[in-house]
Structure formats: C-alpha cells, structure tokens
C-alpha cells in the first residue's frame, strides 16, 4: 500500500544529543513536510522540501536540520540546540500545488 | 501571530446531532482550506476541504461552509455518531498548500451515544 511511513514511533533523546527522525514515502510525492505537533498547539510547520536537494523554512526551523537526497526520503535532525524538543513530530507529503497532504503516524519525542 | 482561530477548543454532542466548528483566517492571499481528523496517536487524516470560489461544499455527512468576505469557514457534522469522536483540525495555505499549511489549534470532539 502506498503510504508514509515514519520511524521510530517513540523517541528518546538525551541532553546535548543529536536525534534524527525518519521519514518515507512511496507515493511518489514531490513535496515532502516537517510539522511539530504541542497538546492544544495544533501543529505547526519545521521544514518542507519541494524537491530533491532543496529545501525551506518553516515557522520554527531553529534547533532543526533537514536533508532530501532522495525523492522518498526526508529526514529530520532534532539538534540539541532545541531546547524543547518534546513533541509529537509529524511527517507529511503532497503530489503538487494543488494535492492534499497525506500524514505519517508520527514519532512522539520525549526527553530522559 | 495565529492566522488561522479555530473554534470552540471542545465540544460535547449527543448522538444524532449536528457538530459546528468554526474557524476564521487573517490572511486573504489562503486559497486552499483543508479539514482535517485525528484519533490519538495517528496522523491527521484529511477530511475535506474547499477553495474560495464556492462557499460550501459536502461530502456524505460532513459539509464545509465558506465565507469569503468574513474570511470564515466552518465544518458541520450531519447526524454525528460516537464514532465520528476524535480531534478537529482546520487548515489554511496559500499556493494550494505548496509550502505548507497553517493550522488552528483543533477541537477535541465528543459525540455521547
């Protein structure tokens, strides 16, 4: 089945450490999006990337890092720059312009 | 600044009912007004959505009602079932959603049976 699939579905960082969120996609989308999601917060959007070996920020990219080498793949790095990083990290993608974005079921990231 | 308010934060509706949320935008350069449903723990699933051209559109049970010129839309729920309980997002973007949706802070829905 065509789908997005994000890894792992729970998260655990430590302070001072560098987590990466995996991100995948077969449905052949250009677009790919980062959202963080904050109880009451609604979700609210890190990076996105419209195509392969480009992309931009978002309203809270700081203490984020993103990479799109391939069309499938759209990593997020949650650095220990983020001082908050405890969130439920949403994944989503678009065929185009004019398509609606399809979610991942997240990773949730919490703090030891 | 939120550009997009989202409307009430709950609400509780008895079986049978109609369930309206609302939301209202800031920014009149949206073009693309996207519904989406969430049950803990998944992503959100789009729901319906609608552009500014027409002011209401429905499919099966939920119906999105638009007002440009007041810059608010709506989502109504026919005949709501204990199944349709979950989480309510509205959504906003400009270029069809190209770079990225702004959404509302969400209802958390409860239909009692």
């Known amino acids: 089945d065509g789908g997005i699939t994000q890894s792992p579905k729970y998260l655990f960082r430590k302070e001072g450490q560098n987590v990466t969120l995996s991100c995948e996609q077969n449905?052949?989308?250009?677009?790919m999006y980062w959202y963080r999601q904050d109880p009451g917060q609604g979700l609210r959007l890190i990076y996105y990337?419209?195509?392969?070996?480009?992309?931009q920020k978002g309203d809270i990219a700081e203490g984020y890092s993103v990479s799109r080498e391939k069309k499938e793949s759209f990593p997020l790095t949650v650095t220990s720059a983020q001082k908050n990083p405890t969130a439920f990290y949403l994944c989503a993608s678009n065929p185009g312009a004019l398509g609606a974005q399809h979610f991942g079921d997240g990773t949730r990231l919490s703090i030891l | 600044q939120q550009q997009v308010k989202q409307s009430p934060q709950s609400l509780i509706v008895q079986k049978g009912g109609i369930s309206i949320i609302n939301c209202a935008y800031e920014?009149?350069?949206?073009?693309?007004f996207p519904w989406y449903q969430q049950f803990p723990g998944k992503g959100p699933a789009l729901l319906i959505a609608?552009?500014?051209?027409?002011s209401e559109k429905k499919e099966g049970r939920f119906t999105i009602s638009f007002n440009k010129s007041a810059k608010q839309f709506s989502l109504h729920i026919m005949d709501s079932q204990p199944g349709d309980s979950a989480t309510y997002f509205c959504?906003?973007?400009?270029?069809?959603?190209?770079?990225?949706?702004?959404f509302g802070k969400g209802t958390h829905l409860i239909i009692q049976p």
């Open positions: 920014n009149t350069a949206f073009d693309y």
């Open positions: 990337s419209q195509i392969v070996n480009d992309f």
């Open positions: 959504a906003a973007s400009m270029k069809g959603g190209a770079d990225g949706l702004t």
């Open positions: 449905l052949n989308h250009d677009a």
């Open positions: 609608i552009r500014p051209d027409v």
